[in-house]
Each structure stands twice: as structure tokens, then as C-alpha cells.
């Protein structure tokens, strides 16, 4: 009898270390494959990162050709008057008035066909502006980034229009927001 109970306790002894073993592995299996998972995703967000600006179109600006066209100062400008819009605010009570310029180049010396340009697109011109205005609230246009922001979306929004030349900077004057 005292045998059979020291065959039970190997027994037990022997499943008891396999158990602890098995649960070990499984451990590591999870780890490892936690970590492959971590390493995928951070490297498909890298490449996502990289083919992201090549995706646009050459007509369209990038953000950091918007930034570097709005450190530009134009060689030519065109007024495209005075704006006044309602604000996305709820109520509707806030308006937004602002003269706008554009800053341009021509390409090749094209200035008198850009300049054509601007007289058939205007209406075009102003629509796109508006709707961008329109959709703006009192708090996007508060600060200078704000608004720093407002005149790339701007750019980013007419260069396409344009086909002897482009918009490289927007002069904003006469600004209230009331």
C-alpha cells in the first residue's frame, strides 16, 4: 500500500512540473507574438507615413509646399475683394469679414494669361473661398496658426484651377470677426 501511494505522489509530482512547463510556453508564445504584432503595425504606419504626400496630385500643394509658399512674397498679386460669411457657430450669429489678395507666379512669363485666368475663374475662385470660410468657426480663426492653416486650406483649395501658374501666397486684410 505505502508503494501504490508513492507512485501516486510521482505521478502528481511529474503533471504538476509539465503543467508549469506548458504554462511557460504559452507565456512566451503570447509575448512573441505580441511583440511581432507591435513590430507590423509600427512599421505599416512608417510606410503609411512615407507614401502619403506622393499620393497627391503635382497641381496640388502639399502641407510643406503651403508652408514654404506662404514664407514667399509674390511677384504679382490679384484682389479678390472682400468677403463677408457666416460662421459655422451655432446660432448663426457670428459673420466673418476679411479682404483676401493672391500672391501668384506665373510660369514662364505667362503673366498676362494668368491674369486672364483670374477674370473667368473668379466667380469659381470665390465659391471655393466662401465654402471654406463658411465652414470655418470663431475659434478656427482666432490664433495665428489658425489662420496660418485657413490661408494653406486656401491654397490647397484654387491652385488646381490655375493652369499658368500658381497661387503661392494669401494676403489677408481687413479682418473682423464679429
Known amino acids: ?16 512540473l509539465f503543467k508549469v512547463i506548458i504554462i511557460v510556453l504559452l507565456i512566451l508564445v503570447v509575448l512573441g507574438l505580441g511583440f511581432t504584432g507591435y513590430l507590423l503595425l509600427t512599421n505599416k504606419n512608417s510606410a503609411a507615413a512615407e ?12 502641407s510643406m509646399e503651403a508652408i514654404n ?24 450669429k457670428r459673420y466673418f469679414k476679411v479682404k483676401l489678395t493672391l500672391g501668384y507666379e506665373p510660369t514662364k512669363k505667362k503673366e498676362k494669361e494668368m491674369a486672364a485666368e483670374f477674370d473667368t475663374k473668379k466667380p469659381v475662385l470665390r465659391d471655393a473661398i466662401n465654402n471654406i470660410l463658411r465652414s470655418k468657426k470663431t475659434t478656427d480663426l482666432t490664433t ?22 500658381r497661387i503661392n501666397n494669401i494676403y489677408l486684410t481687413d479682418i473682423l470677426i464679429q
Open 1 to 16: 500500500m505505502a508503494e501504490k501511494k508513492e507512485k501516486k505522489v510521482k505521478e502528481k509530482g511529474k503533471g504538476g
Open 51 to 62: 507614401t502619403t504626400p506622393k499620393a497627391q496630385t503635382t497641381n496640388n500643394l502639399n
Open 69 to 92: 509658399a506662404l514664407n514667399q512674397i509674390s511677384s504679382s498679386t490679384y484682389s479678390m475683394d472682400e468677403f463677408l460669411v457666416n460662421l459655422a457657430d451655432e446660432g448663426g
Open 144 to 165: 495665428q496658426k489658425n489662420i496660418d492653416d485657413l490661408k494653406k486650406e486656401i491654397l490647397t483649395k484654387i491652385n488646381p484651377y490655375f493652369e499658368n501658374g
